[in-house]
């Protein structure tokens, strides 16, 4: 069959099997002319389609492609002639045996010489140039980036690697002249972190800023001027590890340094992973630093860093650092488990061989695709096995681990029953962290059988996916997921929500003020074993081993946490203080008494830090508020004795300039002050009297006050008109939950430093006093002309227009002093009000009450107590 012209010339030649032909003279087109000599043009300047290589700019392929399809001839001009004269077959094959089509000579790839032409230079010519100016042109990146750069393009082939050489001269160029303790140049750790970072999947950013990591604060290099050449993200990064690297290390510096890694990790977690990237290398580098230092170190990475890493999943890097920081602190006893572990991996291995191909075989049986392999023992595992949970050498290493990985979660179930079908489990050894992932978002099965031999064998069974997130943890999220389902923004963040936990550390240290207190806490959390138990409607919770249902109601929220008065564990009453254990379904129960609290006795008992820091906080605050109270009457009982005008010298103008002169930040913090015993509260008063003009003012200011008037008495503060009986000089105080009145059954409980607190016989909160009888005591009205109590009413009321001001002005027209008011409203149109106020005369209060039900629209109103409705 014979070809057309043009169909001929576009068809790539072949080998000829018989002798060359001739070249015939033609009139080629120009080069770059018509269409195939615009697309031989586009070919030899490299727009062709092939990709760009390693080393190779974009299109080489192409051009490298020219030229083989026409060899050159002496001088670098194309021989046309050694082009085979044969036509192709059918597929591109060679048809030797096919006659030559006598048409005239299409327009060739590559023009052909003519005579006329023998001045002009050979089209073949520029194209060979460039290639050998390709060929020899020298690298521009340094050798010793190079480990890096194959690192990234293993992980992330299309990452645009421009950043890292930058990074590298910035880094390169500030570093030049520094050393070592291992003598190389300092460079030489940059490069080392980055490309640690890089083998875990880390992203050009990230790396950039482990490369610069140390400039800003071993060099000369500003950190605006970084931010200026490689933008905000990269700045961030290297400003927050720098940050972690300011703070000398010591027992308060350093629970303060952890403190800010945890701000840090809050605001982009890779600052944490380059910051236990750095201490990896230097982990590796520690033989060459002095032994007390090294000591020191390895032991803050076992306490820290090892852990965080653990949490944030990052094996790999944990085992490392284990393992090194166990070579540094007990270099005998690492020696020791290195020898016992090399005499008997033969052995082992041997027995490891045989377990794997039975499992394999079986999984092939069941058509289930899957890789089988062993698991490495590391020798701080070893050791801790040894040591702390006192097992022989023997049964520790003799224990195979054995790992499979399948492509589902439903084959790794099928796995599962295929391995219990050819082996008997051991009780108690299975664990499902795929339905129930630990807190760093490891998922995986694990078993143990009794296997060949009768030896146990201890058995893992997760997904790939499963498997990438156990060994790099966080980094996963850049490594392995794609940007839109993982949640990583353009800034390159992963959305971390999983790991509650880190949330966690960051609510403590804002609420922890002492760091030492928050570094012990943080050293409990992260070392912790873990028990999962369920919410009543079947949410799983990860709690600290050993953790008590008030830890769990803590775990659910702060409110619940400190309103719980009871709890049931899988449908049982239980005390709660009892142990939970995995799989118990918790239910708790709260109280609705305003202003309920925790007991100190929780924190006998709780082992959550979590829930520890709540229970304190609460405490504090609690004092607070009674030291507020107590100095307020303290300064009230001082100008009484004194007979001095209380209403005109604790006005409120008054007290906030006395705040502000004794550099208190408010009266209540000058309150406060009194009450906690720092100031005095005769100097209170004294300061107080001399800004009204000293005794003189306050002569005049008596005078008046004692003068007749008819005006109606307005409450004062200071008597509760409540005395212990067969006690005198008590400080008695009205407690807030009840706000017992003259007339109420009430009962005394002594507190720790604040004196005596009066509640009525029915408050909720006098139960749980009750449990300390030694603290009761008798107590009896005793109301005084200076008595005032505090009352709380409640309204319910048809939500209109002006209903708040018609009720305030009818306790206005009481001759009440409203202290605050708080209104809600519901979605059928029912206002409740709440309002609290002083008054002198508690038999008023039924008159007041009434005046209420009498507004336009008011269903009920009623006193609110500590117990139920008056």
């Given at each position: 069959?014979?070809?057309?012209p043009a169909?001929?010339a576009?068809l790539?030649?072949?080998?000829?099997?018989g002798p060359?032909?001739?070249a015939?003279?033609?009139r080629?087109r120009a080069?770059g002319r018509?269409?195939e000599?615009?697309?031989?043009?586009?070919?030899a300047l490299?727009?062709?389609?092939?990709?760009?290589?390693?080393g190779r700019?974009?299109?080489?392929a192409?051009?490298?492609?020219v030229d083989?399809?026409h060899?050159?001839?002496?001088?670098g001009?194309?021989?046309?002639?050694?082009q085979?004269?044969?036509?192709v077959?059918?597929g591109?094959?060679?048809d030797?045996?096919?006659p030559?089509p006598?048409?005239?000579?299409p327009p060739?790839?590559?023009p052909?010489?003519?005579?006329?032409e023998?001045?002009?230079?050979?089209?073949?010519?520029?194209?060979?140039?460039?290639?050998?100016?390709?060929?020899?042109?020298?690298?521009?990146?340094p050798?010793?980036?190079?480990p890096l750069?194959?690192?990234v393009?293993?992980?992330h082939?299309r990452?645009d690697?421009a950043?890292l050489?930058?990074a590298?001269?910035?880094a390169e160029k500030?570093?030049?002249?520094?050393?070592r303790?291992s003598?190389?140049?300092y460079?030489?750790?940059p490069?080392?972190v980055?490309t640690?970072l890089?083998e875990?999947?880390m992203?050009p950013?990230?790396l950039?800023?482990?490369?610069l990591?140390?400039t800003?604060?071993d060099?000369?290099?500003?950190?605006?001027?970084?931010r200026r050449e490689?933008?905000?993200?990269?700045a961030?990064l290297?400003?927050?590890?720098?940050?972690?690297?300011?703070?000398t290390?010591?027992?308060?510096?350093?629970?303060?340094?952890?403190?800010?890694m945890?701000v840090?990790?809050a605001?982009?977690i890779?600052?944490?992973v380059i910051?236990l990237?750095?201490r990896l290398?230097n982990?590796?580098?520690w033989?060459?630093?002095?032994a007390?230092?090294?000591?020191?170190?390895?032991?803050?990475?076992?306490e820290?860093y090892?852990p965080?890493?653990?949490?944030?999943?990052?094996?790999?890097?944990k085992?490392?650092l284990e393992?090194?920081?166990f070579?540094t602190?007990?270099?005998?006893?690492?020696?020791?488990?290195?020898?016992?572990v090399?005499?008997?991996?033969?052995a082992?291995?041997?027995y490891?061989a045989?377990?794997?191909?039975?499992?394999?075989?079986d999984?092939?049986?069941a058509?289930?695709?899957a890789t089988v392999?062993?698991r490495?023992k590391?020798y701080?595992?070893v050791?801790?096995k040894?040591?702390?949970?006192?097992?022989?050498?023997t049964?520790?290493?003799?224990?195979?681990?054995l790992?499979?990985?399948?492509?589902?979660?439903?084959?790794?179930y099928?796995?599962?029953?295929a391995l219990?079908a050819?082996?008997?489990?051991?009780?108690?050894?299975?664990?499902d962290?795929?339905?129930?992932p630990?807190?760093n978002?490891y998922?995986s099965l694990h078993t143990t059988?009794?296997?060949?031999e009768?030896k146990?064998?201890?058995?893992?069974?997760?997904t790939?996916d499963?498997h990438r997130?156990?060994e790099?943890?966080?980094?996963?999220h850049?490594k392995?997921?794609?940007a839109a389902?993982?949640?990583?923004g353009?800034g390159?963040?992963?959305?971390?929500e999983?790991m509650s936990?880190?949330?966690q550390?960051?609510d403590?240290?804002s609420?922890?003020?002492d760091?030492?207190?928050?570094l012990?806490?943080?050293?409990f959390?992260?070392n912790?074993?873990?028990?999962?138990?369920?919410?009543p409607?079947?949410?799983v919770?990860?709690l600290?081993?050993g953790s008590?249902?008030?830890?769990?109601?803590y775990?659910?929220h702060?409110?619940?946490?400190?309103?719980t008065?009871g709890?049931r564990?899988n449908?049982?009453?239980?005390?709660?203080?009892?142990?939970l254990?995995?799989?118990?379904v918790?239910e708790?129960?709260?109280?609705r008494?305003?202003g309920?609290?925790?007991s100190?006795d929780?924190l006998?008992?709780?082992k959550s830090?979590?829930?520890r820091?709540?229970i304190?906080?609460?405490f504090?605050?609690?004092r607070?508020?009674?030291a507020v109270?107590?100095?307020k009457d303290a300064?009230?009982?001082a100008?009484?004795?004194?007979?001095l005008?209380?209403q005109?010298?604790m006005?409120?103008e008054a007290l906030?300039g006395?705040?502000?002169e004794?550099?208190?930040?408010?009266?209540s913090?000058?309150?406060?002050?009194?009450?906690?015993?720092?100031?005095?509260?005769?100097?209170?008063?004294e300061?107080?009297?001399?800004a009204l003009?000293?005794?003189e003012?306050?002569?005049e200011?008596?005078?008046?006050?004692?003068l007749?008037?008819?005006?109606?008495r307005?409450?004062r503060?200071?008597?509760p008109?409540?005395v212990v009986?067969g006690?005198?000089?008590v400080?008695v105080k009205?407690?807030?939950?009840?706000?017992?009145?003259?007339?109420?059954p009430?009962?005394?409980?002594?507190t720790?430093?604040?004196?005596?607190?009066?509640?009525?016989e029915?408050?909720?909160?006098v139960?749980?006093?009750?449990?300390?009888p030694?603290?009761?005591v008798?107590?009896?009205?005793d109301?005084?002309?200076a008595?005032v109590?505090?009352?709380?009413?409640?309204?319910?009321a048809?939500?209109r227009?002006r209903?708040?001001?018609?009720v305030?002005r009818?306790?206005?027209?009481?001759?009440v002093?409203i202290?605050?008011a708080q209104?809600?409203?519901s979605?059928?149109?029912?206002a409740?009000s709440r309002?609290?106020?002083e008054?002198?005369?508690?038999?008023?209060?039924?008159?007041?009450?009434?005046a209420v039900r009498?507004?336009?629209?008011?269903?009920?109103a009623?006193?609110v107590?500590?117990?139920?409705?008056?």
């Open positions: 069959m014979r070809r057309s169909r001929w576009a790539p030649s072949a080998p000829s099997s060359p032909e001739p015939r003279p033609t080629s080069p018509g269409p000599g615009a697309r031989d043009r586009s070919r490299g727009r062709g389609s092939g990709r760009p290589g390693n700019g974009p299109g080489s192409d051009r490298l492609a083989s399809a060899p050159a001839g002496p001088g001009v194309v021989d046309q002639t050694a085979s004269p044969s036509s077959g059918a591109g094959a060679v030797a045996s096919s030559q006598p048409a005239p000579a060739a790839p590559v052909a010489q003519t005579p006329g023998a001045d002009a230079p050979p089209p073949g010519n520029g194209i060979r140039r460039r290639l050998a100016r390709l060929g020899t042109r020298a690298p521009t990146t050798a010793a980036l190079e750069l194959t690192a393009r293993a992980n082939p990452a690697t950043v050489e930058r590298y001269a910035v500030a570093h030049r002249g520094q050393r303790k003598g190389d140049p460079i030489t750790h490069v080392a980055a640690i890089a875990l999947g992203t950013p990230t950039a800023a482990a490369l990591h140390d800003v604060e060099t000369g290099y500003a950190l605006a001027e970084l490689f933008g905000d993200e990269v961030d290297v400003d927050g590890v720098t940050k972690l690297d300011k703070v290390y010591g027992d308060a510096a350093q629970a303060e340094t952890v403190r800010k945890v840090a990790m605001k982009d890779r600052v944490l910051k990237a750095d290398h982990a590796r580098t033989k060459f630093v002095p007390a230092s090294a000591e020191k170190k390895a032991r803050e990475t076992l820290i090892a965080l890493a653990h949490r944030l999943g990052m094996n790999t890097i085992w490392e393992d090194l920081s070579a602190l007990y270099p005998r006893m690492h020696e020791e488990v290195v020898r016992l090399a005499e008997r991996t033969p082992r291995e041997e490891l045989t377990v794997r191909e039975q499992v394999s075989a999984l092939r049986a058509k289930i695709r392999s062993g490495p590391h701080y595992s050791y801790q040894m040591i702390v949970r006192g097992h022989d050498f049964d520790i290493y003799d224990l195979v681990g790992r499979v990985l399948v492509d589902t979660v439903r084959d790794c099928a796995v599962l029953g219990h050819r082996w008997n489990p051991v009780p108690g050894r299975f664990k962290y795929i339905a129930m630990k807190f978002m998922q059988v009794v296997g060949p009768g146990a064998v201890e058995i893992q069974i997760r790939h499963m997130r156990a790099y943890g966080v980094a996963a850049w392995y997921k794609d389902v993982r949640g990583v353009a390159g963040k992963g959305n971390l999983d936990w880190l949330r550390l960051v403590w240290q609420e922890t003020a760091p030492g207190e928050f012990d806490s943080l050293r959390e992260i912790a074993q873990e028990v999962f138990v369920f919410t409607k079947g949410e919770m990860g600290p081993a008590t249902p008030v830890d769990f109601a775990a659910v702060t409110e619940v946490g400190h309103r008065m709890a564990v449908g049982r009453l239980v005390p709660l203080e009892s142990q254990d995995n799989g118990d918790v708790i129960f709260t109280s008494v305003e309920a609290g925790p100190r929780w006998t008992f709780v830090p979590r829930a820091n709540k304190r906080a609460w504090s605050k609690e607070r508020e009674e109270e107590q100095g300064i009230a009982k100008m009484r004795k004194q007979h005008p209380i005109r010298l006005s409120h906030v006395l705040a502000n004794m550099r208190y930040a408010d009266v913090a000058l309150y406060a002050a009194v009450g906690e015993g720092h100031v005095s509260a005769q100097s209170v008063v300061k107080l009297v001399t003009g000293g005794e003012g306050a002569t200011d008596l005078a008046e006050a004692t007749p008037s008819p005006a109606v307005r409450p503060t200071g008597d008109g409540v009986k006690v005198d000089d400080w009205l407690a807030r939950c009840c706000t017992p009145v003259p007339g109420d009430i009962v005394g409980f002594v720790r430093g604040a004196g005596v607190s009066v509640h009525r029915d408050c909720g909160n139960v749980g006093l009750r449990a300390e030694d603290r009761i008798e107590v009896e009205w109301v005084s002309s008595s109590f505090l009352v709380q009413i409640q309204v319910e048809l939500d227009s209903l708040l001001s018609d305030t009818v306790l206005s027209d009481s001759h002093n202290l605050s209104v809600t409203t979605r059928d149109r029912v409740l309002f609290t106020f008054m002198a005369d508690a038999t008023h209060l039924g008159h007041v009450i009434n009498r507004v336009d629209g008011v269903f009920d009623y006193r107590t500590g117990s139920r409705q008056a």
